[in-house]
């Protein structure tokens, strides 16, 4: 079995920066790729960012290339996401999910409970 915990969310200000970071358990961490989603209230869940098994390819949504990073740690078994100037828009709870690397959620099998981000204006 496969848990994922998110942590790092919080209010912060528009134009101010959060981490995020996903622990993941089990063995199998570095075998996968992993991504992060983000679903504001009345709004389906959107694809962020996500990561290679090794690290080596990364993939952002439009709307946070170049405010966004996605990065991991295989030997801590975390995968995290640096967001810098953030946006009132960006404000909604964050999922990390261990799949395929894709861009929607039906290619990912196992999801955290999800960090909720406020972005004040």
């Known amino acids: 079995q496969v848990q994922l915990v998110e942590s790092g969310g919080g209010l912060v200000q528009a134009g101010g920066s959060l981490r995020l970071s996903c622990a993941a358990s089990g063995r199998t961490f570095s075998d996968y790729a992993m991504g992060w989603f983000r679903q504001a209230p009345g709004k389906e869940r959107e694809f962020v960012a996500a990561?290679?098994?090794?690290?080596?390819?990364?993939y952002y949504a439009d709307s946070v290339k170049g405010r966004f990073s996605i990065s991991r740690d295989n030997a801590k078994n975390t995968v995290y996401l640096q967001m810098n100037n953030l946006k009132p828009e960006d404000t909604a709870v964050y999922y990390c999910?261990?799949?395929?690397?894709?861009?929607?959620?039906?290619?990912?099998?196992?999801w955290g409970q999800g960090t909720q981000v406020t972005v004040s204006s």
């Open positions: 990561i290679s098994w090794s690290g080596s390819r990364t």
């Open positions: 999910a261990r799949g395929s690397g894709g861009y929607h959620t039906g290619q990912y099998d196992y």
